[in-house]
């Protein structure tokens, strides 16, 4: 089993900061790619940013320029900074990572439970 650990959302002003964190644990044999998704009120659950093992991003078009995703092979952990945050950026924010478990030939899909994360004055 594996399991993902997001910490790091709250409540923010306008061109305020937030960094969101997401751990990965138990069988993991190498983590092919981590990243985050986003889903607001209303709205259909869309791409923020992913890293893969390579160090390569991939970043959703509302948010280029002002968030950044990082990685820690070594902690199976990424990170989201999150500056110049805008109300339309309040969404639950689910840690996503595709990775080989132990012993499995082929990668599988995990999914955190969710950080809520509000811009609002």
């Known amino acids: 089993q594996v399991q993902l650990v997001e910490s790091g959302g709250g409540v923010v002003q306008p061109g305020g900061s937030l960094r969101l964190s997401c751990a990965a644990s138990g069988s993991i044999f190498k983590i092919n790619a981590m990243g985050w998704y986003r889903q607001g009120p209303g709205k259909q659950r869309e791409l923020v940013a992913t890293?893969?093992?390579?160090?390569?991003?991939n970043y959703g078009d509302s948010v280029k320029g002002r968030f950044t995703v990082s990685g820690d092979n070594a902690k199976n952990t990424v990170y989201l900074q999150m500056n110049s945050l805008k109300p339309e950026d309040t969404a639950v924010y689910s840690c996503?990572?595709?990775?080989?478990?132990?012993?499995?030939?082929?990668?599988?899909?995990?999914w955190g439970p969710g950080t809520q994360v509000t811009v609002s004055s």
């Open positions: 890293i893969r093992d390579s160090g390569s991003t």
């Open positions: 996503y990572a595709s990775l080989w478990s132990t012993g499995s030939r082929w990668t599988t899909a995990y």
